[in-house]
């Protein structure tokens, strides 16, 4: 055992204060530790070490009084204080003066005056302060108690009379003002042992400003990660729904596993249920979510097939999960069942498996296994896709089991070395409608029966077709019947470079794919798809070997403060036969062709396996590059394709037209061009774009301007345009164009704004032709009167604001607050893109929890399915 110094004044003088009693008054060492000694030797693991400037014993009273810098440490607890008297009669200590009590933990307590066994662990504290520091799901975290008195017990639970709770800092301006926000209650009891605070008699105070009065209630200690209880009640309102409200309850189960119920009263609509299950394995993880209602009032939504009007229960049902077989292999899977394409949006349920993008949504149902190797890629899956948007026919959406694809790449053998390289794919697709699609208004129908009444008149189901079957003026956009494909492909290069500094990569390769088509000639329109392709079922080969070569010669030069040039012209042919039977076979997987600067020197510019490139064809190109000693940074590339010989893949429709238009359907294609430009770090400026090959035509064009202006103003902002000429072979009646800016300011270290518009500069166009179609067929059907007192012209200026985000939020060390406008596109009954505007409000507060609320500000259209009022 060690001792201090015991001297009646000087620095750091330790005692252990143990057990009996004491002399009179000792100031001698000899006595001092005499006496520990044997106290120590009675009780050795109870042990209080005193330091002081001055140690004054009574005998008399039987105390011990410390005085000046005083420190006491028990154990694992420290007190530190300027004077500190312990009663050995009733084993207490007083400790006053700037007390700080100092946890195991770290908990830090402050207070005016500590009252306490010589323990530390029971007692009373005058004018308290405590503060803690944890972590949470967020990260570090220190919580803030104080009181004008607070009670210790058995150094598991304090009891702070008029307490007050906060995660925020104290203002270092002005200590006293008060926090953003605090929980000031007329009795908070912190227990340790059950790890939660209990709140009686509490408000909610912001900035000083009580808001909110709760008689009762409680929160998990900061420290825990999981605990049963409510969470934060949510609000949602809509037109369909009415009012709502929902408290979840939160259940841990297990340390693995945990339930989520979550009961929505809805004054339109009744009770909606929704509950989530988790549970976690060593080797990964699943989840089950379900929802599900009666609803109470069914003319909130139209009737089928515009809304689920006709429909009492509603709900959804979906799991997903992932687990790891070893590192490098895992599988998982994300399946969604849902009552009707509308219950999701309508009910503001959250789902993992949704995808959307500028108009369309669908549902997204997987199964999946995965494998990753150095240099190899194995991936097996299943689809089922369900459609979510107002036009979706659920019959024309494939289903998609097996999708097999594999990737293999090797060392070529020696002695002639490069990289040997192996893909394999299988791909099967089943679909129980075919569909159409016409490639002008003209030829568009609608074919599938009038339904039920609606605002007064009868009205077309929204599922678009062709009136006139064959090619040229009908695409099919997908087969019905059941599908299957299998590919593989061998390929090796080798890049050369010889002593001139020129580049050359030979490389060839050898495809084959086998389709097995049983195509359905039966029900709803599918005997049509006979005009396209053979009717019966067939197997079908095709075999494409190939070979070619790339060069490329860098011009390199070094210009001092002007920096490095490189001027490289690129040269690639690829020789092969020609694609056999274009036209004549699915297409699922390669509908997309984008012929850009990306892409340019491809082998095979189709985006899927469905589709094989023939013939002979010649890529060239010339690329800049520019690095300063500055920063500067820049690259461009221009080019073009030439179809040497044989049959030109892109000049020749297959059921969807692909390749017509895309600037490789010609001998001699569109010129293609990339700039870049980077001054700094914080600035790029990036446009690509196609140009005819006769006039120089602008075909397409793309650009984006990135600017981050920090650290001088806290500002990123954006600027994206995007315009692409009329394809009409593929359904484009009329160009597309687009420009989007976005920006964030962040004005305070707090506070930021943010936001992007996107501009739609041709809908004009596309509401004049939507209004043309309209009118002339309600005017085939119903006559021109009824035309022109049922079809009105929708005048759109050329800036239409399609689709707007904007943000304020505020974040700090205990809050986070923000307000989200989004108005998103939706399909419209009459085919006109119309919008979706949502205000969603988020606050949390740190360690209490969150809350948001989520208001639809748009009148209902059958774009969701709810009945206008």
Not at 255 to 261: E, F, H, V
Not at 472 to 491: I, K, N, P, T, Y
Request: charged share 20%; proline share 5%; hydrophobic share 35%.
């Amino acid at each position: 055992m060690e001792f201090g110094r015991g001297r009646i004044a000087g620095w750091a003088v330790a005692l252990v204060l143990i057990g009996a009693g004491l002399p009179s008054v000792a100031s001698a060492q000899g006595t001092a530790n005499d006496m520990l000694s044997r106290k120590a030797a009675q009780d050795p693991k109870a042990r209080l070490l005193v330091e002081g400037r001055e140690i004054i014993y009574n005998r008399d009273k039987n105390t011990v009084t410390a005085s000046g810098d005083v420190e006491l440490n028990y154990g694992p607890r420290t007190v530190q204080a300027d004077r500190v008297i312990y009663d050995r009669n009733s084993s207490r200590v007083l400790a006053e003066g700037n007390v700080r009590l100092t946890e195991a933990n770290g908990a830090v307590t402050t207070g005016d005056r500590f009252e306490l066994t010589d323990d530390f662990k029971t007692g009373f504290i005058d004018s308290l302060r405590l503060q803690q520091s944890t972590r949470d799901m967020s990260g570090p975290v220190t919580t803030r108690f104080s009181a004008p008195r607070a009670e210790r017990v058995n150094g598991e639970t304090t009891v702070f009379e008029r307490g007050t709770y906060t995660a925020c800092e104290a203002c270092r301006d002005d200590p006293e003002r008060p926090p953003l926000w605090q929980v000031k209650a007329a009795r908070i009891i912190h227990n340790n042992e059950e790890r939660r605070i209990y709140y009686e008699g509490a408000s909610l105070e912001f900035a000083g400003i009580p808001l909110a009065y709760v008689p009762y209630f409680y929160t998990p200690d900061p420290s825990v990660r999981r605990e049963s209880g409510f969470l934060a009640p949510r609000y949602v309102h809509t037109s369909a729904l009415g009012y709502g409200v929902s408290v979840p309850y939160f259940w841990a189960i297990a340390p693995d596993r945990d339930l989520t119920l979550q009961p929505t009263g809805l004054t339109r609509q009744g009770f909606l249920m929704q509950a989530e299950y988790r549970q976690r394995f060593l080797t990964g993880a699943f989840n089950i979510r379900a929802a599900g209602i009666l609803q109470q009032d069914q003319s909130a939504f139209l009737p089928a097939p515009f809304g689920p009007g006709n429909r009492e229960a509603r709900g959804s049902l979906e799991t997903s999960g992932r687990f790891n077989i070893n590192e490098r292999w895992h599988y998982g899977f994300d399946i969604a069942l849902l009552s009707d394409k509308w219950f999701l949006q309508n009910y503001k349920i959250r789902s993992e498996s949704l995808a959307s993008n500028y108009i369309l949504a669908e549902s997204i149902s997987q199964a999946y296994l995965r494998g990753q190797g150095d240099r190899s890629f194995f991936d097996l899956r299943a689809f089922y896709f369900q459609g979510l948007s107002y036009a979706d026919w659920q019959k024309q959406l494939p289903l998609v089991a097996p999708v097999l694809d594999y990737d293999k790449r090797v060392n070529g053998p020696q002695p002639i070395g490069g990289e040997a390289r192996l893909q394999f794919n299988f791909t099967n697709v089943s679909r129980d409608a075919a569909q159409f699609t016409p490639t002008s208004r003209a030829n568009q129908a609608f074919p599938f029966l009038t339904t039920n009444s609606l605002n007064g008149g009868s009205v077309l189901t929204p599922y678009e077709s062709c009136a006139v079957f064959q090619r040229g003026s009908c695409l099919v956009r997908g087969l019905s019947g059941d599908f299957a494909r299998v590919s593989a492909e061998a390929s090796w290069r080798r890049t050369f470079i010889d002593d001139a500094g020129q580049t050359w990569t030979p490389f060839t390769y050898l495809r084959a794919d086998g389709f097995f088509n049983n195509p359905s000639t039966t029900g709803f329109q599918n005997q049509q798809i006979s005009n396209f392709i053979k009717g019966s079922d067939e197997f079908v080969g095709r075999a494409t070997p190939a070979i070619g070569v790339e060069y490329r010669y860098p011009f390199v030069s070094e210009q001092g403060r002007f920096g490095t040039h490189t001027l490289t012209p690129i040269g690639q042919i690829v020789a092969r036969p020609n694609e056999a039977r274009i036209g004549r076979l699915p297409n699922e997987d390669a509908h997309s062709l984008v012929f850009d600067d990306s892409t340019l020197f491809d082998w095979d510019k189709f985006s899927g396996y469905d589709r094989a490139e023939g013939g002979v064809r010649a890529n060239v190109g010339l690329q800049y590059n520019v690095t300063t000693p500055a920063g500067w940074t820049g690259n461009a590339l221009f080019g073009q394709s030439y179809q040497v010989a044989g049959l030109n893949s892109y000049a020749q429709p297959d059921l969807l037209a692909t390749g017509l238009g895309s600037g490789l359907d010609n001998r001699v294609s569109d010129f293609v061009a990339r700039a870049q430009i980077n001054p700094n770090d914080n600035f790029s400026l990036i446009t690509r774009g196609r140009f005819d090959k006769d006039d120089l035509t602008v075909n397409s064009f793309e650009a984006q301007a990135v600017a981050n202006f920090k650290p001088y103003i806290p500002v990123v902002a954006s600027l994206t345009y995007a315009r692409y000429q009329a394809q009409p072979l593929q359904g484009f009646s009329h160009r597309r164009e687009g420009l989007q800016p976005a920006a964030s300011l962040q004005f305070t270290p707090n506070w930021s704004i943010g936001g992007s518009v996107l501009f739609d500069l041709d809908r004009y166009i596309d509401s004049r032709e939507t209004y043309a179609v309209n009118y002339a067929n309600y005017a085939r059907d119903f006559g021109q009167a009824a035309a022109q007192a049922n079809v009105s012209y929708r005048k759109s200026d050329p800036y239409t604001v399609a689709q707007t985000g904007l943000s304020l939020g505020y974040k700090d060390e205990c809050t986070t607050f923000s307000i989200n406008y989004a108005m998103t596109p939706r399909l419209a009954t009459s085919g006109e893109r119309e919008s979706d505007r949502t205000v969603l409000v988020r606050l949390e507060l740190r360690t209490l929890g969150q809350t948001s609320v989520s208001q639809n500000l748009t009148t209902a259209s059958s774009a969701d399915g709810i009945a206008s009022r």
